[in-house]
T-cell receptor, first 111, second 113 residues
Framework: ETGVTQTPRHLVMGMTNKKSLKCEQH?????MYWYKQSAKKPLELMFV???????ENNSVPSRFSPECPNSSHLFLHLHTLQPEDSALYLC??????????FGNGTRLTVT | SQELEQSPQSLIVQEGKNLTINCTSS?????LYWYKQKYGEGLIFLMM?????EEKSHEKITAKLDEKKQQSSLHITASQPSHAGIYLC?????????????FGKGTMLLVSP
């Protein structure tokens, strides 16, 4: 059971493709996050949105473009990715500084 | 070096045995969170610690926070196969007002029958 739903669960894309990851939270939280999880590395915070406003961008390359149309939805638009961008992308939400609630992630493979 | 170090990186224990996982921060902790992850899935929240000396338990899992040492430990008593997974500690080292957590690399736990 998860209050945070991510789609798709798996995605394979070529380096010239454009795709989007979607996240939806049903918890009434005001903050949403994108994290990247690569093998043998700690989770890396990518973006934070608080009340739909982007409050943090951790030097993420411009080929990743987030969008937060409302407090319940978060997107990550992908274009011209590199093979090293292959990873598990996790969305999370929180109410202020409360514990993060994570979705099950999108496993992305860039070929 | 990393801001949050977890040890050990991996652990195999026999069912019924106790184990401890440690998490050490190089920066001041404003909150320490423990999560569990099954491979390829999302993180499940276990416990949050905010005050020095705080200790919390849930079923057979106990977490403690030593604020002065900037360390936390997660202890599992009488391990079961259901405890297998990756345990991650996440720390609030920014005190930003929302949960911009920094995570350790995780500890992979296997429980053998």
């Amino acid at each position: 059971e998860t209050g945070v739903t991510q789609t798709p669960r798996h995605l394979v894309m070529g380096m010239t493709n454009k795709k989007s990851l979607k996240c939806e939270q049903h918890l009434g939280h005001n903050a949403m996050y994108w994290y990247k999880q690569s093998a043998k590395k700690p989770l890396e915070l990518m973006f934070v949105y608080n009340f739909k406003e982007q409050t943090e961008n951790n030097s993420v390359p411009s080929r990743f473009s987030p969008e937060c149309p409302n407090s319940s939805h978060l997107f990550l638009h992908l274009h011209t990715l590199q093979p090293e961008d292959s990873a598990l992308y996790l969305c999370a939400s929180s109410q202020g500084a409360s514990p993060l609630h994570f979705g099950n992630g999108t496993r992305l493979t860039v070929t | 070096s990393q801001e949050l170090e977890q040890s050990p990186q991996s652990l195999i224990v026999q069912e019924g045995k106790n184990l401890t996982i440690n998490c050490t921060s190089s920066k001041t902790l404003y909150g320490l969170y423990w999560y569990k992850q099954k491979y390829g899935e999302g993180l499940i929240f276990l416990m949050m610690l905010q005050k020095g000396g705080e200790e919390k338990s849930h079923e057979k899992i106990t977490a403690k926070l030593d604020e002065k040492k900037q360390q936390s430990s997660l202890h599992i008593t009488a391990s079961q196969p259901s405890h297998a997974g990756i345990y991650l500690c996440g720390a609030d080292i920014k005190n930003s007002g929302y949960s911009t957590l920094t995570f350790g690399k995780g500890t992979m736990l296997l429980v053998s029958p």
